[in-house]
Every structure is written in C-alpha cells, then in structure tokens.
C-alpha cells in the first residue's frame, strides 16, 4: 500500500503571496489531518477532515484554511504569507480517527520557506 | 487543548549506552502515543499506551504508563545510532493530536 504522499515537497515563496499544499491519503482512508511544524512552537494541529467536512481545528489564523474533495485528497491554502509561515508542514491520515486504535500515518512534509 | 511536558529536550549518548525520555501532563491522558521522526520524515508511530501502570516493549524501546495515567516514559536499552531522532509523544482527543515539544535524541557511534 503507498503511504500518504504530498506535493510539493519543497516551497519557496515571498510575503504576501499564497499557497496551496498538496496531501494524498492512503487508499481507504477517508480522515486527513494537518499540522505545522517549527523549531519554536514543534508540532501544532491545525485542521482534520473527514468525508469532506472539516471536524476540528486549531488555533490558526483565518489565513490558514483547507478543504477535503471526494476521494479524500486534502488542500491547505495560506494566503497572505509571512515570514513566520515558514514550516514543515505535515499530513496525515488514517481510516475514520475518533479512536485511539485508528493509527495515523504521516506524510514527508512540504518544507514552506517564506522570504 | 492538553498540554504535554517532555524532558529533556536534548540528549546526547554514546553507542552502547541507556536513555530515558519522559512525558508528563496536569490532566489524565485517554491515551498516549510515542512517535519518532528523522529528519527529513513526518513521525512514525511507536507504541500507543491505554492502560495505567502498563509496560509495552518494543525490541530495546519500553514504554511505561504511569499508573494515574498523568505520565509515561521511553528507555532505551543499549542505543545504537539508528535510534538517532526527535522522539514526541502525543494525546488523541477530538480527532486531532497534540503533541509534546519532543526530545532530540543524538547517539555517537
């Protein structure tokens, strides 16, 4: 089974432009969750989807947003950047979540550096 | 959100040698899970522990639950360097993970 791939692996942007980050799950898995890691604040959440519909979130600006499509392919967008929004970015997915038995599995990470 | 406290933040141990890493928190955990990275990688899932007081052992690596499932530890026996890496340990709750600051773990050869 291929795990959870993401495109593009790496990124450079300047201030104020966007992105959009990239995650496709594992076959069978419908719950795709992401999260953005710095040296600073490590490994924070910032939203997971399930069957299309965003569950949870994090503590994130507006800037920061996601959608989930059909075949369980996930999106995150950030507008506007800044120089802090320079992170490893991480997705994960696992069957349904809700359960401390449904494993998640990570993606590589898209390494994001705003300039 | 649960907050998790990791100590130490950095360690660095020769060929051979034992490490401990350590997890604690204010509230209870539901559950607890250990990861570990390598650069360049997302985290890759250990060990999850559910029951209080409960040892899991994973070939050199044992993971214990405190028995008020407020804390939990990793040691490993005898490190090599492959065991080079950030260990995080994590809650499950709400459908999200949150996620200890982690422990650089460097072994020398």
């Known amino acids: 089974k291929a795990g959870v791939t993401q495109t593009p692996r790496y990124l450079i942007k300047t201030r104020g432009q966007q992105v959009t980050l990239s995650c496709s799950p594992i076959?069978?898995?419908?719950?795709v969750s992401w999260y953005q890691q710095t040296p600073g604040q490590g490994l924070q959440f910032l939203f997971e989807y399930f069957s299309e519909t965003q569950r949870n979130k994090g503590n994130f600006p507006g800037r920061f947003s996601g959608r989930q499509f059909s075949n369980s392919r996930s999106e995150m967008n950030v507008s506007t950047l800044e120089l802090g929004d320079s992170a490893l970015y991480l997705c994960?997915?696992?069957?349904?979540?809700?359960?401390?038995?449904?494993?998640?599995?990570f993606g590589p990470g898209t390494r994001l550096t705003v300039l | 959100t649960q907050l998790l406290e990791q100590s130490p933040q950095f360690l660095s141990i020769q060929e051979g040698e034992n490490l401990t890493v350590y997890c604690n928190s204010s509230?209870?955990?539901?559950?607890l899970q250990w990861y570990r990275q390598e650069p360049g990688e997302g985290p890759v899932l250990l060990v999850t522990?559910?029951?209080?007081?409960e040892v899991k052992k994973l070939k050199r690596l044992t993971f214990q639950f405190g028995d008020a499932r407020k804390d939990s530890s990793l040691h490993i026996t005898a490190a090599q360097p492959g065991d080079t890496g950030l260990y995080l340990c994590?809650?499950?709750?709400?459908?999200?993970?949150?996620f200890g600051a982690g422990t650089t773990v460097t072994v020398r050869a």
């Open positions: 509230s209870v955990f539901s559950s």
């Open positions: 994960a997915s696992r069957t349904s979540g809700g359960l401390y038995t449904d494993t998640q599995y």
């Open positions: 994590a809650s499950d709750n709400d459908y999200k993970l949150s």
């Open positions: 522990v559910v029951t209080g007081g």
């Open positions: 076959s069978g898995h419908r719950s």
